[in-house]
């Protein structure tokens, strides 16, 4: 095996990773019947994630314009505020 064989098994692979990225982009963008829906048909996002040790995080999640604040650990998820209103799209963090 020479360098010129290496070098076409680095495109090929190179190639194939480039397929599967472009089809998960167009997953992602178009949706795929029964498995995922376009990104802007999406009723639930996670707006914010914010770890509190490798176990535990705090998460707000958002749906149909309502936040909730959510515990994510080892035995579980537990809701800690529900209801939150969003701040307002043109605010600024």
Do not use: C, W
């Amino acid at each position: 095996m020479d360098v010129l064989d290496f070098a076409r098994y680095f495109a090929a692979l190179l190639l194939v990773l480039g397929l599967i990225g472009a089809a998960g982009l167009a997953t992602r963008k178009f949706g795929l019947p029964g498995f995922a829906k376009p990104a802007d048909a999406r009723r639930l996002r996670i707006v914010e994630t914010h770890m509190l040790s490798p176990r535990q995080k705090l998460v707000i999640v958002r749906r149909d314009d309502v936040e909730h604040l959510l515990f994510i650990g080892q035995n579980g998820a537990s809701v800690i505020e529900s209801g939150i209103a969003p701040p307002p799209a043109d605010a600024k963090p």
